[in-house]
């Protein structure tokens, strides 16, 4: 059973206006959220986390909202650039209890020029 | 600085067969974490180093595979017996220690992409 879950494999924006990417949890016990960027041929690049008691995180054109009663998350990005093209895993931990990081599939992102 | 690195980036091997798989983490990380992620998915957890000892391995599929990390520093994922289904890519990431009530940012390396005929 998937416990974090991103439901939609791709999403194409065109330059310059807001991208979405949602995702969905399961586990009541994560404490952090995280997203990780992945570019083809390369490991995933840490993007931006946030903390279970919070319910927003901003950093530069990347923001993650929190809603922990409907258990999710979603990253918005603005706005959106070329080189944020690219395949978005959203992912969660137990980080006071254990180092495991759980990953959802992924979406992939295209912007569109 | 040289980030985390793993070799081979590409290794072909028949099943049945016994393959290794090395990571050399950041130096002064002393934190390592193997992961699989197969075709359409993220990447999922196998085994957790901190320093030598491995302090979950919850997430290693079965007794064909084994991992060591005798000095702290470099990894070896190690699968017997493979079969097809243990193709995917395998990605090593490494974190300084956690701190009580905080994460820590893992940095992963490129992967190794393991293909089972």
């Known amino acids: 059973d998937q416990q974090v879950k991103q439901n939609s494999p791709s999403l194409s924006v065109q330059e310059g206006r807001i991208s979405i990417l949602n995702c969905d949890y399961t586990?009541?016990?994560?404490?952090?959220f995280l997203w990780y960027k992945k570019y083809p041929a390369e490991g995933p690049t840490f993007l931006i986390s946030?903390?279970?008691?919070?319910d927003k995180n901003e950093d530069g054109r990347f923001t993650v909202f929190l809603n922990k009663s409907a258990k999710h998350l979603s990253l918005h990005i603005v706005p959106s650039q070329p080189g944020d093209s690219a395949v978005y895993f959203c992912?969660?931990?137990?980080?006071?209890?254990?180092?495991?990081?759980?990953f959802g599939k992924g979406t992939r992102l295209h912007i569109l020029p | 600085g040289a980030g985390v690195s793993q070799t081979p980036s590409n290794k072909v091997t028949e099943k049945g067969k016994y393959v290794e798989l090395r990571c050399d983490p950041i130096s002064g990380h002393t934190a390592l974490y193997w992961y699989r992620q197969s075709l359409g998915q993220g990447p999922e957890f196998l085994i957790y180093?901190?320093?030598?000892?491995?302090?979950?391995d919850s997430g290693l599929p079965n007794d064909r595979f084994f991992a060591v990390r005798p000095e702290g520093s470099v990894s070896t994922l190690k699968i017997q017996r493979t079969e097809r289904g243990d193709s995917a890519v395998y990605l090593c990431?490494?974190?300084?220690?956690?701190?009580?009530?905080?994460?820590?940012?893992?940095?992963f390396g490129p992967g190794t992409r393991l293909t089972v005929l």
């Open positions: 992912a969660a931990s137990r980080g006071n209890r254990d180092d495991k990081i759980i």
């Open positions: 946030i903390s279970s008691i919070k």
């Open positions: 990431a490494s974190s300084l220690a956690r701190l009580a009530g905080s994460i820590n940012e893992q940095f």
């Open positions: 180093f901190q320093g030598t000892g491995a302090a979950d």
């Open positions: 586990n009541s016990m994560f404490d952090y």
